[in-house]
């Protein structure tokens, strides 16, 4: 039986995780620092520890497979944590020969990104959280060159599907006033993600990891809808026309000073003002179908 290990199942992800590669019938160990907020799977082995504790997690992580490093640190703390987390994963998965499986967004491409993004399209560092996501992946892509370590990044857009998103935390929260919040312009195409279909993928992928190179970098398509489309999809399911009402950046940037946060957030509009798409063909044509509800 294959097996995995989750770093961070009580995450978006690495809950979504747990679930898909229980279901697939893999042997699941889930990492997790407190209790699991919800239930999980029968005969998923739950590992209590903090993330950096390497020698509780080789122990736990002794001939799996594959590792799922979905680990989502503190959004103002990724300068301090995101290094030390990946070296830590990076060891973890020499230690244990499984290969490290991470969640990739379009942080990379910087703030003028293109319309639409393969996994050809350059990298640019032009703001600090692009800068950090570049540099988690080229040491993923150097100890791959000169370790051995096998990994998959699997770059998607915002995540749909648990809480914690931009779509429970602003646009759908005046729902029951009959409101819902756009972001910026609503014929702007943006990049999501439903977390089940993504964590599907994760799972097949990992079912055919021996075809891809030492270092592989996927490109998962998801849905991408304008504000304008999520509006009227919000509407379709609700029965009842919503009033449209736009997200207070101004507010938001005159709190920036003093709230680390809303300074982060405030680094994102970018991300609601330019089209963008993920380009997911290399990956359908590693799957042959690809999870899409």
């Not at 699941?28 to 209790?35: D, E, G, K, W």
């Not at 999980?40 to 736990?60: F, H, K, Y």
């Not at 030492?214 to 919503?242: I, K, W």
Request: glycine letters at 8%; hydrophobic letters at 50%; a positive charge.
């Amino acid at each position: 039986m294959a097996s995995v290990l989750v770093l961070g199942a009580n995450g978006r992800l690495g809950r979504a995780a747990v679930l898909a590669f229980a279901s697939a019938g893999w042997q699941v160990t889930a990492q997790l620092r407190r209790a699991p907020r919800a239930p999980l799977p029968a005969g998923v082995r739950q590992v209590q520890c903090d993330a950096l504790d390497i020698t509780t997690l080789t122990a736990a992580g002794a001939g799996v497979d594959v590792i799922v490093n979905a680990l989502n640190p503190d959004y103002t703390q990724w300068a301090t944590l995101l290094p030390p987390i990946t070296a830590a994963t990076v060891e973890l998965a020499a230690a244990t020969g499984a290969t490290l499986m991470l969640p990739g967004n379009v942080y990379n491409f910087g703030n003028r990104l293109p319309a639409v993004l393969s996994e050809d399209t350059p990298f640019a560092a032009t703001h600090p959280k692009a800068a950090q996501r570049i540099a988690l992946e080229a040491a993923l892509a150097q100890a791959a060159r000169e370790r051995g370590v096998r990994s998959i990044v699997i770059r998607a857009g915002d995540f749909l599907g648990d809480t914690g998103t931009w779509l429970d935390l602003a646009m759908a929260k005046g729902l029951a006033k009959g409101r819902f919040t756009q972001m910026g312009p609503t014929d702007r195409p943006h990049a999501w993600a439903w977390l089940p279909d993504l964590a599907q993928v994760f799972v097949r992928v990992a079912e055919r990891r021996t075809l891809l190179a030492p270092h592989a970098v996927l490109h998962f398509e998801g849905l991408t809808l304008t504000g304008a489309q999520l509006q009227q999809a919000f509407e379709a399911a609700l029965g009842r026309p919503l009033k449209t009402k736009a997200f207070p950046w101004p507010l938001l940037r005159l709190a920036t000073p003093f709230s680390p946060m809303l300074r982060a957030l405030f680094e994102m509009r970018y991300l609601w003002q330019r089209l963008h798409r993920l380009d997911g063909r290399r990956l359908q044509a590693l799957l042959g179908q690809v999870p899409q509800t």
